[in-house]
């Protein structure tokens, strides 16, 4: 099974709402990663975890607040969130990179929008 | 900082023509690169990637061809068929970092 799964697919907030988008993959990856994608841009790095512990923080605001509760679960909890912020949410796994490069499966994207 | 630049930006080939995207990566300890199709709407999905001890790899109608001295690389699709339409994005990483640099995309049409 490769198959990384997102809820919601869709999600509509208002700036003072409070949300969170979920993330699951049972590929025994030890590594997960949050994404931002905007319109015809690359996906752009915003957490990963590995081992269920962060290890890259992007410099993402503290609006964005991930949390890994165990191997296989990864959050996004959403908090005063503004309107620039509206993007496809991507998660992913891979393996530990360990010494070689693994490859990286994305979940289908929770698409959000902050009105 | 790291940086991989992907050309063309869009690219459009006749059905049954091949197509090429070029990828050049700046940080030379990057050594796995991978490619990846982004259909509308959907999420990216890996279709082919290569290490850097090997300098080609095939599947089927696609292969990708690295270059380490020059520090690029190439996805290329032969007999191009309608449903090859899509983003691709190639991408470097490094072992030990987690960190995939990805290019900037090119929007591939295959015309019928």
Known sequence: DTEVTQTPKHLVMGMTNKKSLKCEQHMGHRAMYWYKQKAKKPPELMFVYSYEKLSINESVPSRFSPECPNSSLLNLHLHALQPEDSALYLCASSQDRGSGGYEQYFGPGTRLTVT | GENVEQHPSTLSVQEGDSAVIKCTYSDSASNYFPWYKQELGKRPQLII????????????????????????????????????????????????????????????????
């Open chain 2, 49 to 112: 990637d290569i290490r850097s001890n090997v300098g080609e790899k095939k599947d089927q109608r696609i292969a990708v061809t690295l270059n380490k001295t020059a520090k690029h690389f190439s996805l290329h699709i032969t007999e191009t068929q309608p449903e090859d339409s899509a983003v691709y994005f190639c991408a470097a990483s490094t072992s030990g970092t987690y960190k995939y640099i990805f290019g900037t995309g090119t929007r591939l049409k295959v015309l019928a």
